[in-house]
């Protein structure tokens, strides 16, 4: 293939890139640049370094990494026994099934769940507990979002267990060692390229949630995605959420380049 092919087969792809990549980080920089009066200022990154919006950065990474967490033990052990299952193409379709449905309704769907009247309270009420207070709680938000995460980890991980080499494990029995010990010196170690993907896959939009936020934890939680929602719809000022947007948008670019730089350790070290 000619050079000249070849570019003509990429221009698409780097059109997307621009338009839809670069061109709305720039211009999410650029609003950052000025105030709500639309005059050209940095007091909005000067704002930021206060330790309202610090604070606010310490709770998304984290109620990010607490979801991060409860993914991963949640994911593993479904995506483990998944690669066990008779029927396992069929199982994992049922998992990613609810991907398919809007974060919206799932989100007002738990809210009729976890709502005074709802099936969780009544069962609480049968058991002599009583009616709790569910919703508008960080558990409550955290557990919401674990769930709507848990998918985008288990596949990943599935892929990872799907493509290790049967005749490493059965090695290490021969070898006399232990389930656990198997587990946990060679499926896991061989596995952690599916790990970090889904960690990744999770965390990186566990920062930016803003409607979980709102509807499940109200005013318990406040994260950075909420606080860009609030200065684009609430207060109008577009300067300042942009600058947090551009905050948030390098914690996520020094993410994926140290996880990028880990895994290339990884295999160079193999």
């Known amino acids: 293939m000619s050079g000249n092919t070849r570019a003509a087969y990429l221009l698409p792809y ?17 609003y950052s640049l000025f105030d709500v009066d639309g005059h050209f200022t940095l007091s909005n990154y000067a704002q930021f370094l206060t330790p309202v919006y610090l604070s606010m950065t310490l709770s998304s990474f984290w109620f990010a990494f607490l979801i991060t967490v409860f ?28 991907t398919w449905i809007n974060l919206l309704l799932k989100t007002y769907a738990f809210i009729g769940i976890f709502g005074t009247y709802g099936p969780v309270n009544a069962v609480l009420g049968m058991i002599g507990l009583g009616g709790q207070q569910l919703l508008f709680t960080s558990s409550s938000f955290v557990f919401v979002s674990v769930y709507i995460f848990v998918p985008f980890m288990i596949l990943p991980i599935f892929n990872a267990l799907e493509g ?9 029995r021969d070898l006399g060692a232990s389930r656990w010990t ?89």
């Open 14 to 30: 780097y059109l997307w890139i621009v338009l839809f990549v670069v061109a709305p980080v720039v211009l999410v920089f650029y």
């Open 71 to 98: 993914s991963l033990l949640v994911a593993y052990p479904a995506a483990y026994l998944l690669t066990r299952t008779k029927h396992k193409q069929l199982w994992l379709l049922l998992i990613i099934l609810p």
């Open 164 to 172: 290790l080499n049967p005749s490493l494990l059965d090695a290490a």
């Open 182 to 270: 198997t587990f946990r010196r060679v499926v896991f170690p061989l596995t952690l390229s599916g790990v970090r993907s889904g960690c990744m896959a999770v965390f990186i939009p566990a920062l930016s949630l803003f409607m979980i936020t709102r509807l499940i934890a109200g005013n318990r939680v406040i994260t950075l995605g909420t606080a860009i929602e609030q200065h684009f719809l609430v207060t109008q000022d577009w300067g300042m959420g942009s600058t947090v947007a551009v905050f948030l948008i390098l914690a996520m670019a020094i993410i994926m380049l140290v996880a990028s730089g880990t895994k290339r350790r990884v295999r160079h070290d193999k």
